[in-house]
């Protein structure tokens, strides 16, 4: 068989050229077999440390044995409250108190006296205006009115008496201008005729 073997380089023994060339392949081959691979895609590994957190478990437990005792001490104030009288009387009937009451009340009797003192000044002082020396001055005015109208002040209540009462109008003193244009013609046609 080591006859018709055909080696890749040349040899002068094929028999033994066969026998180097199989036990190469041999070799390579286990190498490939037994070959790691160059990149590690293998799962991370799990540190415990991670999962179980003593730290916080420690203080979780603290934390219980703190609310343990504070409920134990409740309990115990509770029950020798229950079986005595206890110490409190759970009366919430405090009176209140204000730390500038003194000062307020100081201070509002203050503006009360300065207030009745203005009172009094005001009471006591006498008016400047004299109020008939008014109404005289309005009279005097009124008879100025009376003297430059042309038309008498009671004209509209007199003449006119049923006609403000069946069409209320507003009534003006002197007369409005419908009524002055009426009168006009009306005293221009009586000129006329006489």
């Given amino acids: 068989m080591h006859r018709h073997y055909q080696p890749i380089t040349p040899a002068n023994n094929k028999l033994l050229k066969k026998r180097w060339d199989q036990s190469r392949f041999d070799i390579h081959r286990k190498k490939v077999m037994q070959a790691k691979p160059v990149i590690d895609n293998r799962a991370p590994e799990t540190y415990m440390h991670l999962h179980l957190k003593l730290k916080k478990l420690q203080m979780e437990e603290e934390r219980l044995a703190m609310v343990e005792r ?3 001490i409740l309990m115990e104030k509770m029950s020798y409250t229950m079986r ?12 209140q108190k204000s730390l500038n009451k003194t000062k307020r009340q100081r201070e509002l009797l203050r503006v ?7 009172l009094k000044r005001i009471s006591s002082k006498e008016p400047h205006y004299n109020h008939l020396v008014w109404e005289d001055e309005w009279r005097m005015n009124q008879g100025y009115m009376a003297n430059i109208a042309k038309y008498p002040q009671d004209w509209g209540y007199t003449k006119n008496s049923l ?9 003006h003193p002197i007369g409005t201008g419908s009524q002055r244009t009426t009168r006009s013609t009306q005293d221009s046609t009586d000129a006329r005729n006489t």
């Avoid at 009360?112 to 203005?118: M, R």
């Fill in 84 to 95: 005595t009288k206890g110490r409190v009387d759970m009366w919430n009937c405090y009176e």
């Fill in 112 to 118: 009360t006296h300065e207030n009745q003192a203005i």
């Fill in 70 to 72: 504070d409920n134990r």
């Fill in 163 to 171: 006609r403000y009462s069946s069409q209320p109008q507003s009534y």
